[in-house]
């Protein structure tokens, strides 16, 4: 049974980090891509940062310079650090796990909120 399991979410203060990580098991974690999505309330669901396979990033405009997402592969983990948070990153953080002609997966979520 594949499960992704997201922690690290919480509350934080304008200006500060958090480092979300996303534990994945049951799949070849190593030949999926991850992407991290987060939807705010009354909003849509909208990527935020991807990791290829192959170590490949890519951001939204509205954190590059901000967030860093990255993999590690022997620990099926893949891990998403946000700096600089803004009021507006306010959100629940799902990953996503992805391979070509296979079934794609989420996790439940974590819940980030950036509040003074």
């Known amino acids: 049974q594949v499960q992704l399991v997201e922690s690290g979410g919480g509350l934080v203060q304008p200006g500060g980090s958090l480092r979300l990580s996303c534990a994945a098991s049951?799949?070849?974690?190593?030949?999926?891509?991850m992407t991290w999505y987060r939807q705010a309330p009354g909003k849509e669901r909208e990527p935020v940062a991807r990791?290829?396979?192959?170590?490949?990033?890519d951001y939204a405009d509205s954190v590059k310079g901000r967030f860093t997402i990255s993999r590690d592969n022997a620990k099926n983990t893949v891990y998403l650090q946000m700096n600089n948070l803004e009021p507006e990153d306010t959100a629940r953080y799902y990953c996503?796990?992805?391979?070509?002609?296979?079934?794609?997966?989420w996790g439940q979520g974590t819940q980030v909120t950036v509040s003074s």
């Open positions: 996503d796990a992805r391979r070509s002609r296979f079934p794609s997966y």
């Open positions: 990791i290829s396979s192959s170590g490949t990033t």
């Open positions: 049951g799949l070849a974690f190593s030949n999926y891509d």
